[in-house]
């Protein structure tokens, strides 16, 4: 349920006939956030909100002719706060997964959290090249893990494990090691303003990004429309471009529209 109980239909159709709701009938909708989640929301030097999620939040919300509150609520606390009606749409960077479908609804992907190898510029183009190199992970991370049970497969030469990012890319850049295996979404905004160091290569391993819903709440099908029309327009491409420094491959959720996703 919306604030001013403005039916997910009603906005549906706004969508659906590529204009905004009048604005009598606006709304707001009440978005819960982990505020310090860079790149997706946090604050800037003015206390302002910003990030990728927030920007496209605010997209939506403008093909529906719809306001947004943001809400500051700790990540582990967006579930029951979504599920309670306490806030409309939950959103930071959450995973898409079979269990948390069966007690929340999703709308379409929007961001593929794969992992990826970054290198200094000029080094290995790809995991092909690492043969008999060092590579970089964090601790204990999916990157870890990934390295760890693809090292033959690759012909890692070492496996160098980290405590953050910041170390790594020392090491990196000071040539100790020849590749970093990390989340592709962090070493894509880190490298953007970094013209020494590369993302070469996205590893592939099914971690998909969208926002979050009561369980079968109206709004995510209008939401999802909405979704569409913005992946439609390159809209989201672009924030994309602003927020990592780079276009978005075509492949992905960034760019593909997709269905809902189900349990079925």
Sequence with gaps: MTKTGMTAAALGLAVLAGGAVPAAAQDTLTVGANIGNVPWEFQDETGAFVGFEVDLVNAVAEKLGA?????????????????????DIAMSSITITDERLESVTFA???????????????????????????????????????????????????????????????????GRIDGYISDIPALLYYVKDKPNLEVVQRIETGEKYSMMFAKDAPLAQTVNDAITALKDEGAIAALHEKWFGKAPEDTTSTVRVLPMPSLD
């Design 108 to 174: 379409q992907p929007y961001y593929d959290s794969d992992q990826s190898l970054t290198v200094v510029a000029g080094g290995p183009a790809s995991l092909d090249e690492m043969s008999g190199k060092t590579v970089g992970v964090d601790t204990g991370s999916t990157g870890d893990m990934w390295a760890t049970e693809h090292s033959a497969e690759y012909g890692f030469g070492d496996i160098r494990r980290y405590e953050g990012l910041a170390p790594a890319m020392l090491d990196l850049t000071a």
């Design 67 to 87: 306001e947004v509150e943001i809400v500051n609520i700790p990540f582990n606390g967006l579930f029951s706060a979504v599920q309670s009606g306490r806030i």
